[in-house]
C-alpha cells in the first residue's frame, strides 16, 4: 500500500466542491424569500396567502398602521390609497384592522380593503368575527366593500341604505351602487324625501328582476 503524502490533510475538500456548496446552500436560503422590483417578497409554497413584504416595506406598514387612528380629512384618504397601493403585503393587518372596536378604523380598512378590488378578499372577511351590533355607517362600509370586491349578496343593504336620514350615509350608499352598476335610477342625496323614495323603488325594482334572472350572485368561490 502506497504511503500517504504527509502534507496532504486527510478531510480537506477542494476549493470548487466548497464553492458548489457555498452556492447550493445560499440559493437553499433564497428560494423562500425572492423579493420582487416593487419591494414585496414572493411567498413559497409553505407560506401564507399572500405576498409577504420585505423588512422595509413591513416597517412602513408598521408605521401606517400605528399612524391610521390619528389621522382624519385628506390625510386618511391618503393612507387608504397607500394600502390599496401595497395590496397583498399589507392585507394580513387591514384584516386584523376591520375588527378594530374603532368604527372610523376598522371603516378605513375596510375601505382599504375595498380599494384593492381582489375578490380573494371576501372569503377573508367572511371569516372576521364581527361584535352583534355595530353603528350603522360601519355595516354599510361593510356593504360597499363587498361589493366593490364582487359580491353582490350585500347590495340589498346599500339599497335600503339610500333612505338614511344622515346625507353622508345616503351618499355613500348611492356612489357604491353607482360604481358597480353604472346606473342612479333619479337617485340624489340631497332631493326631497318623496323623490328619493320614488328612486328608491326603482332600485328595489331593479334587484327583484336580477335576482329572477339569477345573476349578480355571490362571488364568495
Known sequence: MAARRPDRKPFAKSPRRALARVALAAAAGLAGCVTSVDGRRHRDANEGP???PTPQLALRIDEQVQRLPYTHGEGRIEQIHWFATVGEPAYPQLLELVADPR????GTALAALGATRDSRLIEHLRAVALP????ATLRYEWARTYLRLGDWSEAPVLIRGLA???LMVRALCGQALFEATGQRFGF?????PAEREAAIARWEAWWA?????GVLVSSTH
Open 50 to 52: 399572500w405576498l409577504e
Open 103 to 106: 368604527p372610523d378604523v376598522a
Open 132 to 135: 352583534e351590533k355595530i353603528p
Open 164 to 166: 338614511e336620514e344622515e
Open 188 to 192: 340624489q342625496p340631497k332631493a326631497e
Open 209 to 213: 328582476a336580477r335576482q329572477d334572472e
